[in-house]
């Protein structure tokens, strides 16, 4: 037997799983996919969701990695530092944004296939 899940609740679910790292300065925004995951019994849902969870993870563990060091050392540069560094930090935003926007787009246009981020490391 053969379960048919709703392709336009499985968009919607899926999409605002991955759309809710806009919201990443704010733990709120990891809360949307982990209530998605834990309401939702569609097995694309659920894998859209701990995807976004990890991709949480991987930007919160980026931002700390490298924003820590660049902000101590505008600090101790009086600013200076904060210019010399702007084009890491806007492509770590460029990059951030253009994943989410493709994994968006993928949820639309596939929407019964998982988006996978490249090249992030998975907890869940």
């Not at 702007?86 to 770590?92: E, I, Q, S």
């Amino acid at each position: 037997m053969r379960v048919t899940y709703d392709s336009d609740k499985r968009k919607l679910l899926s999409s605002l799983c991955h759309g809710a790292i806009f919201f990443s300065t704010t733990l709120f925004s990891v809360g949307v996919p982990i209530l998605i995951n834990l309401i939702s019994d569609d097995p694309v849902v659920k894998s859209n969701a701990k995807e976004s969870i990890n991709f949480h993870f991987n930007v919160w563990f980026w931002a700390i990695l490298i924003g820590v060091p660049i902000g101590i050392i505008s600090f101790l540069t009086l600013g200076l530092g904060g210019i010399l560094f702007f084009p890491v930090v806007a492509f770590g935003f460029l990059l951030h944004w253009g994943l989410t926007i493709w994994a968006l787009l993928h949820c639309f246009s596939k929407p019964d296939q998982p988006f996978r981020y490249p090249f992030i490391f998975r907890v869940f």
